[in-house]
């Protein structure tokens, strides 16, 4: 326990990731009567919309640095590392958490993935390695493995879906996955850093209900009232735009993991059991419909 009354949970990585500022943003709103919320960024002055969060003091940290990290995470009780999406990310995650285990951290939470057993995928290898590093550390821990993110349909086809009403993506149009969004990851990695106690050594899969990529072209058709025809490409052409949305190729070899793994039915990428969410918030995942009203005002 730190010296606060209240514990010190710390979000690293805070504003460079999907999932940081719905944390913080999640932890002020519904936690700050429970927790010290303190939020890890390389530069703190950047950090705008972090800023105006009530509760969350703004601290200036760098993964993986060895000089000036171990004081930072000093008092800290429960410590989020968001994971960056960088090529280097599983040897950034562990060295981070090697420090914060040496500093005094009591607990101990990761982004992960639902891909992180199949070691023959580019996300899988790497979060493999970074699940087997922090579970060896001798610290408390919890991983929150995550989908295929709903927001990335924008990403990649915002451009499309605004001068041409069209969805473009290889997969079947058929084929059911499941997604979620990063407001709900933000929830549920709020609600976990609040009572990590309920949460210890725990591997979390994070997902929303079942839907295909027809559905996701016609939620939006729905949300703007117009249709949006959904296109079928092929996997080099999803490649091709998978490098333009992301800028490096092996993230786009990592997603296209994931549409194979789509297209082929693995049970992976279309969970059976879809209740972690539902048992951490006591809240129900953000629908299709529900994220597609919401997101129509970005969309001309």
Same mark, same amino acid.
């Given at each position: 326990?730190?010296?606060?009354?209240?514990?010190?949970?710390?979000?690293?990585?805070?504003?460079?990731?999907?999932?940081?500022? &719905?944390?913080?943003?999640?932890?002020?709103?519904?936690?700050?009567?429970?927790?010290?919320?303190?939020?890890?960024?390389?530069?703190?002055?950047?950090?705008?919309?972090?800023?105006?969060?009530?509760?969350?003091?703004?601290?200036?940290?760098?993964?993986?640095?060895?000089?000036?990290?171990?004081?930072?995470?000093?008092?800290?009780?429960?410590? $989020?590392?968001?994971? &960056?999406?960088?090529?280097? @990310?599983?040897?950034?995650?562990?060295?981070?958490?090697?420090?914060?285990?040496?500093?005094?951290?009591? %607990?101990?939470?990761?982004?992960?993935?639902?891909?992180?057993?199949?070691?023959?995928?580019?996300?899988?290898? =790497?979060?493999?390695?970074?699940?087997?590093?922090?579970? =060896?550390?001798?610290?408390?821990?919890? %991983?929150?493995?995550?989908?295929?993110?709903?927001?990335?349909?924008?990403?990649?086809?915002?451009?499309?879906?605004?001068?041409?009403?069209? %969805?473009?993506? &290889?997969?079947?149009?058929?084929?059911?996955?499941?997604?979620?969004?990063?407001?709900?990851?933000?929830?549920?990695?709020?609600?976990?850093?609040?009572?990590?106690?309920?949460?210890?050594?725990?591997?979390?899969?994070?997902?929303?209900? @079942?839907?295909? $990529?027809?559905?996701?072209?016609?939620?939006?058709?729905?949300?703007?009232? @117009?249709?949006?025809?959904?296109?079928?490409?092929?996997?080099?052409?999803?490649?091709?735009?998978?490098?333009?949305?992301?800028?490096?190729?092996?993230?786009?070899?990592?997603?296209?993991?994931?549409?194979?793994?789509?297209?082929?039915?693995? &049970?992976?990428?279309?969970?059976?059991?879809?209740?972690?969410? %539902?048992?951490?918030?006591?809240?129900?995942?953000?629908?299709?419909?529900?994220?597609?009203?919401?997101?129509?005002?970005?969309?001309?």
């Amino acid at each position: 326990m730190s010296d606060s009354k209240k514990p010190v949970v710390f979000v690293l990585g805070a504003n460079g990731g999907n999932i940081g500022p &719905p944390t913080l943003a999640a932890l002020s709103s519904k936690y700050a009567d429970r927790v010290e919320i303190r939020a890890g960024t390389r530069n703190p002055a950047s950090a705008e919309k972090l800023k105006r969060l009530p509760n969350v003091t703004l601290v200036a940290a760098t993964m993986a640095d060895r000089e000036n990290l171990p004081s930072v995470l000093s008092g800290v009780d429960a410590l $989020f590392i968001v994971t &960056p999406c960088i090529c280097n @990310r599983a040897e950034v995650v562990v060295t981070t958490a090697e420090i914060a285990r040496d500093a005094g951290v009591k %607990f101990i939470m990761i982004i992960s993935v639902l891909t992180a057993d199949l070691v023959d995928t580019v996300f899988g290898a =790497q979060f493999k390695h970074i699940e087997e590093g922090i579970s =060896q550390l001798g610290v408390p821990y919890c %991983f929150l493995r995550l989908p295929y993110f709903v927001e990335n349909h924008l990403i990649l086809n915002k451009e499309n879906i605004e001068s041409e009403s069209t %969805f473009l993506c &290889p997969v079947d149009p058929e084929k059911p996955f499941t997604p979620v969004t990063t407001s709900d990851c933000g929830n549920a990695a709020a609600a976990i850093l609040a009572n990590p106690s309920k949460h210890v050594n725990n591997t979390y899969k994070i997902v929303s209900h @079942r839907s295909t $990529f027809g559905e996701v072209a016609a939620a939006i058709s729905e949300a703007l009232d @117009r249709e949006i025809r959904y296109v079928r490409v092929t996997y080099e052409a999803g490649k091709a735009m998978l490098i333009v949305g992301y800028k490096e190729e092996w993230k786009a070899d990592g997603i296209t993991d994931l549409y194979r793994l789509i297209d082929d039915g693995s &049970p992976v990428t279309n969970e059976t059991d879809i209740s972690d969410y %539902f048992r951490i918030t006591n809240e129900q995942p953000t629908d299709l419909r529900t994220w597609a009203a919401k997101v129509v005002g970005s969309l001309k």
